[in-house]
């Protein structure tokens, strides 16, 4: 599968975005999607998962309650709404394919076998 991550931007703080990631090939459904982060000089961070079925979300402690992960199997498309950003949450962020289900939540690299080519995000103070 074929991942391309878009939405990123320029917004001030407590703004918001919406970051897509379109996926190609016909089984978008049944892959279970993340996203992740990359700051300058950081190393790259878990963000929020959510399950091939939706059911179940997983999110990084310091997005809880801000931040939104869905997916839309019809359009082959995962979404991360993000609000009241702040400048630490300025980095480049990457959507994740993974294949089979984890016994746990997929919140390492290491658990993803497609990524996409990540999209800019950009809050200022």
């Known amino acids: 599968v074929q991942l391309q991550a878009s939405g990123g931007g320029l917004v001030q703080t407590g703004g918001s975005l919406r970051l897509s990631c379109a996926a190609s090939g016909r089984t978008f459904s049944s892959y279970h999607m993340g996203w992740f982060r990359q700051a300058p000089g950081k190393e790259r961070e878990f963000v929020a998962a959510?399950?091939?079925?939706?059911?179940?979300?997983y999110y990084t402690d310091s997005v809880k309650g801000r931040f939104t992960i869905s997916r839309d199997n019809a359009k082959n498309t995962a979404y991360l709404q993000m609000n009241s950003l702040k400048p630490e949450d300025t980095a480049v962020y990457y959507c994740?394919?993974?294949?089979?289900?984890?016994?746990?939540?997929?919140?390492?690299?290491?658990?993803?076998?497609?990524w996409g080519q990540g999209t800019q995000v950009t809050v200022s103070s």
């Open positions: 959510i399950s091939w079925s939706d059911s179940n979300t």
């Open positions: 994740a394919a993974r294949r089979n289900p984890l016994y746990r939540p997929p919140s390492s690299g290491t658990d993803y076998d497609y």
